[in-house]
């Protein structure tokens, strides 16, 4: 049992979290959304800029909102990778300095081992092994979840995170910034048949097809072309019918191979962890494939799909717990493997 104090500053949100073992007892997120959307996207300069404003305050909110004081906290954790450089030195950097001043162990959390732990805090009682899909802006993979801290990638994609795909359709549609909310919203409205697009296949040398991995910087591009060309003709976008058709290729395509993935490794239950996974169209295709072949499938409440530190501490809490810490001299990096989780502690 472990009570641990993490931070999450890895790109736009700013948050922190006390969290018991699996069992969230507080979570602040102060998101930045506003501050990029006067960008179109997120700029790495600002992020780490308002993280330092609003750090100390979110820090103080959390164990306010938890009615804890320094004595519960067994462990301070910030996410260290991978995210933005200067956003996650932020992060780690107030993590570092409050575990010396308290005298606590301090961990560094890798993001994504972060996010698959986020099905944890509404699904206490799940274990590995399971399958992982993973969403978010930056990621796409299938990751085999062997236990805390092992991690075997069995597919990802080969270009575009599903994420980045939303995004990037969405500023060509001109839906600004973040585009996943907004084309869930719309694609509610639209028809999903109304344009065929490419699911976004990897060629094998050999022929066929690569069973997991996926592309969807194709994708992205028949959108483009498709909006080009009604414009082209005078014709009006149809903008909701786009959306519509675009999230449900995305879901189709990372469906499939879930479910492809999960019944070769034998694996019975599927867990579903980044901003994607919010996805109104890819929980509705998932979870009637999974029905269809006695499979399980897990999404994380909504609030914790898209980043946070409840997961973050529900990670380190984990690790912790398990004897696990990471030296002071621990440096964040822009991008890590999942599978190098543990190069990141060393035993108590
Ligand atoms: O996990 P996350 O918060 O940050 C990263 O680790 O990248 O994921 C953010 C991504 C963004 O690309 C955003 O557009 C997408 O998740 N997203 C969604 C939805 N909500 C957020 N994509 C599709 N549908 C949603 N409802
Ligand atoms: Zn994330």
């Not at 991978?82 to 001043?101: D, Q, R, S, W």
């Not at 899909?133 to 080969?158: N, P």
């Not at 919203?185 to 065929?196: I, T």
């Not at 897990?298 to 810490?325: Q, V, Y």
Request: glycine residues 8%.
């Amino acid at each position: 049992m472990a009570t641990v104090l993490a931070i999450e500053t890895s790109c736009d949100e700013t948050a922190v979290a006390i969290v018991n073992n699996r069992q969230v007892c507080s979570s602040i997120v102060a998101s930045q959304i506003s501050v990029h959307q006067l960008y179109g996207g997120v700029v790495p300069e600002v992020a780490s800029r308002e993280h330092l404003a609003t750090i100390n305050e979110a820090i103080a909110k959390a164990l306010q909102k938890a009615e804890l004081d320094w004595e519960k906290i067994d462990g301070i954790a910030a996410t260290c990778a991978p995210g933005l450089v200067g956003a996650l030195l932020v992060g780690i950097t107030a993590a570092k300095t409050l575990a010396m001043v308290h005298n606590k162990p301090f961990l560094g959390v890798h993001h994504l081992e972060g996010h698959i732990y986020a099905t944890y805090l509404s699904e206490p009682s799940l274990n590995p092994p399971f399958l992982s899909l993973l969403v978010s802006g930056g990621h796409t993979s299938l990751i085999y979840v062997k236990d805390c801290g092992i991690y075997e990638t069995l597919g990802e994609t080969r270009d575009d995170a599903a994420g980045e795909a939303f995004d990037k359709v969405a500023r060509l549609l001109k839906l600004g910034y973040p585009g996943g909310p907004v084309i869930d919203k719309l694609a509610q409205v639209g028809n999903p048949q109304a344009f065929p697009l490419p699911e976004g296949k990897v060629s094998l040398p050999g022929g066929g097809y690569h069973r997991y991995d996926a592309s969807f910087s194709g994708l992205k591009t028949a959108v483009l072309r498709l909006v080009q060309q009604l414009e082209k003709d005078n014709q009006q976008v149809p903008v909701a019918d786009v959306a519509a058709s675009f999230q449900e290729t995305v879901a189709r395509s990372l469906t499939k191979r879930a479910i492809a993935c999960a019944l070769d490794y034998g694996l019975d239950t599927i867990s579903v962890g980044g901003g994607v996974a919010a996805n109104s169209g890819l929980r509705k295709n998932l979870q009637a494939a999974a029905a269809e072949h006695n499979l399980r499938v897990l999404f994380p409440p909504l609030k914790f799909c898209t980043d946070n530190a409840a997961m973050i501490g529900c990670a380190a809490a984990e690790h912790l717990s398990r004897g696990h810490k990471s030296p002071l001299t621990l440096g964040v990096e822009s991008r890590l493997a999942l599978t190098q989780v543990m190069k990141l502690y060393q035993f108590i």
